[in-house]
C-alpha cells in the first residue's frame, strides 16, 4: 500500500496516529514443528472470540491458500486412485498365478508331497515376489521422488529434512496387507487343489464363496482406506462412483449380452467373438467390470488434472489486472482516469465503496456469533452491469430500488432466500434492502468482490470511497507520478503476489503432471494383466479353431473383435461411473462447478476400443506366433 510507514510499536504512541475509530489489525506470526502448530491449533481455536481468526495454509481463503489445498487434495485423490487400482493389480495378478499352478500342486500331491511342503513351498515363492517387488518399487519411487524435488526447488527451502523410514515402512507394510486380502483365497483355493485334477480339469475346490468373499474383504479395504484418509469426502465419492459402475454395468452387460444374441453379424471373425462372449456371460461381466474400473479411474485422474490446471489458468489470465487503486473521492475518479488514459492504460470498472455493518435479519437482530462477516465493516457497492465473474444463481439483475443483490455463499451460512429483508447500519443512517438476486462469487478471481451489490444511487446517503484495478508494467517512473498526482490513494501491488501464485502453480502442476503419468502407467499395466488372464483359456479355442481349418487372419481378427466389443462396452460403464464421481468430487470436495462432460461419453469407449484391442490383439500375436500352437495342431 502507498503511501506507506513503518514505525516501532514503542514509538507509535508518540505520533498521536492512533486515534479513536482509527482501523487497526493486529496479526500474529507463529513458528513451529506441524506437531506444535497442530497441537496450538486444536488449543487456541475453541478460545477465539468473533473478531478473531486463525489462518494457516489448511484454512486460508486466499488464491494461494485455496490452490494448494486443491493441490493436496489432488495429490490425495491420486493416492487413493494408485491404491484402488494396485489392489484391483494384485488381485488380479495373483488369481492368476495360482490357477497357472494348479496343475502343479494337482501333480505333486499325486507324487506325495505333504501339505505343510506345498505350504513351505507357496509362501516361499509369494514371500520372494512381494521382496522383489518392494526393492524394485522402493527404487522406482526413490527415482520419482528426487525428479519431483528437481521440479519443485524453486519453491522449496534451500535445506529439506532427512527423510525418514516412515514411507519405506507404509509402502512395504501396504504392499504385504493388500497382497494377504485380496490373495488370501486364492492362495487357499491352490493348497485345496485336488490330486483328480491331473485327470479331470474341472476338479476345483469348494470353499469360501464369492458371495460371502468379496463383501467381506470389501468392507476390510473400505475400512483400512477412511482409517488412512481420515473418512475424507473424496473416498465416499469414489466408492459412490464404483457402485454406480457395478449396478448400471451389470444391467448393460446383461443388455448388451442380449442384444448380440439378437444380432444376425455376416462378418465370420465378429460373429465367432460374439460367440465367444456369450458363451461365458460370468467371465465376459468380469472382464467387463474389471476394464470398466480400470477406465473410469484414469478418467478420474486425467479429467480432474485439467480441471485443476484450467482453474488455476483461469486464476491468472494474461490480461488480469496487477494494481488496484484505493480511496479515491467522487471528485478524483475523472482525474484518475484521465490521468490513466494519458499513459495509455485503460482501468477497469470505477466502484464505489461503503463500509457498513449488517446488523438486522427479516426485522430481528443478527448474531454476530452466527458468521464473521457479521462482526465487522463490509464493503458495499452499487453497479448498473452484473460483473461477469459473478453468474446468477436465483433470483434477476438488476436490483431495483430498495433491493440488493448478494453472495450465495453467506445467504446459505445465515439461512437467508430471495425476498429476505437486510438491515445495513452506515455512519450516517440504518437503512434496509430485500435480496433479488443471489450471485456466486469467485474470490479466487484477483479481481474485486462484493458480498452486496446494490442498484446506482442506492449508497449516495453513505460516505463513500472508489475502488478501480488495471494493469500496467511495473514502471518506476510512472508511479511515482501517480503517487504525486494523488498523494492520498493507496495503491496496492499485486502483481507480486501473483507472480508468487504463478510459480507456485506453475511447479505443482508439473509435479502433478508426474503422477498422472505413474498412475496412468499403473492403469495401462493393470489393463495388460487383466488380458494377460484370459489368454489362456484363448489359446485352447484357438487351437480348436485351428483344427477345424481356421486360418491366422480369421484368429488374428477375431481377437481384435473381441477385445473392441468388451473395450465399447466398457467405455461406456466407465463413463457412468466416472460422471457420477466427477459430480460428487468437483461439487463436494474440489468447489468447481459441474456440468456433464460429454467428451467423456465419445472418448472412453473409442479409446477403451483402441487400447484394448492394440493390447489384446498383440498378445494374441504373439500367441498365434507361437510354434507350440501349431505343433498342438499337427498332434491334432
Known sequence: MAPRLLINLADAAKTGAIQPG?????????????????????????????????ISVDNSEDALGRSMQRAQQFLLLSALLTLMLAIAAVAVAMSHYCRSRY?????????????????????????????LAAIAG??????????????????????LPAASLWPWSWAVGSLF????????????????????????????????????????????????????????????????????LAALLALLGWGTLLLLRRLVVRNLALRLAINRLLRQPGMTLSQLAAFSFSFMLLALLLVMR???????????????????????????????????????????????????????????????????????????????????????VAGSWPPGAGEVSMEVELADRLGLKLGDTLTFEGDTQTFSARISSLRKVDWESLKPNFFFIFPPGALDSQPQ????????????????ALNRAFPTLSLLDIGGIMRQVGQVLTQVSQALEIMVVLVTACGILLLLAQIQVGMRQRRQELVVYRTL???RRLLRTTLWCEFALLGVVSGVAAAIGAEAALWGLQRKIFDFPWQPDWTLWLALPLCGALLLSLCGGWLGIRLLKGKALFRKFDAA
Open 103 to 131: 496343475d502343479l500342486v494337482a501333480v505333486l500331491k499325486t507324487l506325495g508331497a505333504t501339505q505343510g511342503a506345498l505350504q513351505r513351498l507357496i509362501i516361499g515363492q509369494w514371500l520372494a515376489v512381494l521382496l
Open 177 to 244: 496387507v493388500i497382497s494377504l486380502l485380496v490373495g488370501l483365497r486364492p492362495y487357499r483355493l491352490l493348497l485345496a487343489t485336488q490330486p483328480l485334477r491331473v485327470l479331470r480339469r474341472d476338479a476345483v475346490a469348494s470353499l469360501w464363496p464369492l458371495k460371502i468373499y468379496i463383501p467381506l474383504m470389501s468392507g476390510v479395504v473400505v475400512a483400512l482406506l477412511a482409517l488412512l484418509v481420515g473418512g475424507s469426502k473424496m473416498l465416499w465419492a469414489l466408492l459412490a462412483g464404483v457402485v454406480v
Open 465 to 480: 470511497t472508489w475502488l478501480t484495478s488495471f494493469r500496467m508494467a511495473s514502471d518506476p517512473a510512472l508511479l511515482a
Open 306 to 392: 485439467g480441471d485443476l490446471l484450467d482453474r488455476w489458468q483461469q486464476q491468472l489470465p494474461a490480461d488480469s489486472p496487477n494494481f488496484f487503486l484505493l480511496n479515491m473521492t467522487a471528485d478524483q475518479v475523472p482525474q484518475v482516469r484521465d490521468f490513466l488514459q494519458s499513459h495509455q492504460i485503460r482501468p477497469e470498472t470505477f466502484y464505489p465503496i461503503a463500509r457498513v455493518r449488517l446488523t438486522g435479519l427479516n426485522g430481528k437482530p443478527a448474531d454476530p456469533e452466527r458468521d464473521n462477516a457479521l462482526n465487522r465493516e463490509l464493503n458495499l457497492t452499487a453497479l448498473a452491469e452484473r460483473p461477469d465473474h459473478n453468474p446468477l
Open 138 to 159: 522402493g527404487l522406482v519411487g526413490q527415482g520419482v521422488e528426487a525428479m519431483l524435488m528437481a521440479m519443485l526447488k524453486p519453491v522449496l527451502p534451500a535445506s
Open 549 to 551: 481349418g481356421a486360418g
Open 22 to 54: 482509527s482501523r487497526l489489525t493486529w496479526r500474529y506470526k507463529f513458528l513451529g514443528n506441524p506437531e506444535a502448530l497442530a497441537r496450538y491449533d486444536r488449543w487456541i481455536e475453541p478460545q477465539l472470540k468473533t473478531d478473531q481468526r486463525w
